[in-house]
């Protein structure tokens, strides 16, 4: 059954699942240009970058084919500066306004209050307390408009991620989720941003090949899977921040809140 543009507006929680699964099977054959134009035409498409490799080539992606694509980040306050700077640095190379969502104030100092500022480190409960605070309730301003999600996962980067599909049902956020890289290998991604000269962020050549919170990040070992430099102090090896889980498994139901925007610089 071909999907229509604007199809999704018209998705309900019953066959959300059922769309998804038939996207997803429309979309594996296509090359990555072909995906982008696919998803753009369906609906109001709000892509999440994190600036990572997957999010710069899915940037250049945008640019290129003038993909109707929204794209924001979320500023939680403690990046590297590398991925801040990138953030100009992006908009000049595509001529693109990436938006940029802040945590609110209160809801950081209420995480500090009870925690600390670096509190995160002492407990899972306290690092998923500070995820929410900066990040999941900014995402779920970002994505408050939203029909269409559309995210960098890729089924190599953890084990937690192999099975992530090209398109799916985000049941808690009533929307479609799409993942257009998810079977794309790391060297196939390292190869197209070195043909296209595509930005990336320097502390990938220093052995962070997941970059999120400075405080949160460290390089990786030789042999180490692409995350494990991610909350490395934690045993579970499943461990995300939450964007990409069920709200019943990361406590998060902040989609609805009211939007507030920062324009990035």
Request: charged fraction near 25%; proline fraction near 6%; aromatic fraction near 6%.
């Amino acid at each position: 059954m071909p999907l229509q543009p604007s199809s999704t507006a018209a998705a309900s929680r019953s066959d959300g699942p059922e769309f998804a699964e038939i996207l997803a099977a429309q979309l594996a054959p296509l090359p990555l240009p072909e995906r982008m134009l696919k998803i753009a035409a369906l609906g109001q498409v709000v892509f999440t970058t994190s600036l990572g490799l997957e999010d710069q080539v899915l940037t250049s992606l945008i640019a290129a084919t003038h993909a109707d694509v929204r794209i924001v980040t979320l500023d939680t306050g403690r990046l590297f500066g590398e991925t801040e700077t990138l953030i100009g640095e992006t908009e000049r190379r595509y001529g693109l306004a990436i938006d940029v969502f802040k945590p609110w104030k209160d809801e950081v100092d209420g995480f500090i209050a009870l925690y600390g500022v670096n509190g995160f480190y002492d407990s899972v409960e306290a690092r998923h307390a500070c995820c929410h605070a900066r990040k999941l309730q900014p995402l779920g301003r970002a994505l408050a408009n939203a029909e269409i999600w559309m995210t960098g996962l890729r089924r190599g980067q953890s084990g937690n991620r192999a099975n992530a599909p090209l398109a799916e049902w985000d049941a808690d956020r009533s929307l479609l989720k799409v993942n257009p890289l998810a079977d794309q290998t790391l060297q196939t991604l390292q190869a197209r941003a070195k043909a296209d000269a595509v930005p990336v962020n320097p502390l990938h050549a220093k052995g962070f090949p997941s970059i999120g919170c400075e405080p949160c990040t460290r390089a990786i070992r030789p042999g180490e899977p692409e995350r494990a430099g991610r909350w490395w102090w934690e045993q579970d090896e499943r461990r995300e921040c939450g964007l990409h889980l069920s709200a019943s498994v990361s406590g998060s139901r902040a989609r609805g809140q009211p939007r507030v925007t920062t324009s990035a610089s």
